[in-house]
């Protein structure tokens, strides 16, 4: 079985300056620790681990317009994944396919 893998954006226009920021690293790494999602060591930023996702940051972007992630255990990972970007108010676009949600 192939990972399924996911980018969040923001719901925000793009600005002239490209795609609308969803946050500082460390902001967002705060956020989603309140998900239970977090680095796997204290000080560091990516990958990211929570229940059945991995997040991706993208290296030395500050701030972070775009994340991936990957569901490694897909019973619960896609509805954390909903729960998170619903929350915050994300987009979801599906790598394979194109599709884009807003939960």
């Not at 399924?4 to 925000?12: F, G």
């Not at 993208?58 to 619960?76: A, F, K």
Request: glycine residues 6%; without cysteine.
């Amino acid at each position: 079985m192939s990972t399924q893998q996911y980018v969040i954006l923001s719901r925000e226009s793009a600005s002239n300056n490209g795609m609308a920021p969803l946050g500082s690293r460390k902001d967002l790494v705060a956020q989603l620790s309140s998900f239970n999602t977090a680095p796997e060591r204290s000080g560091e930023d990516d990958p990211l681990y929570g229940p059945g996702i991995l997040v991706s940051l993208p290296p030395m972007t500050d701030p972070v317009t775009q994340m991936l992630v990957s569901i490694t255990e897909e019973e619960i990972g896609w509805q954390v994944l909903l729960r998170i970007a619903k929350h915050y108010r994300w987009k979801i676009v599906d790598t394979s396919s194109g599709r884009e949600l807003t939960p």
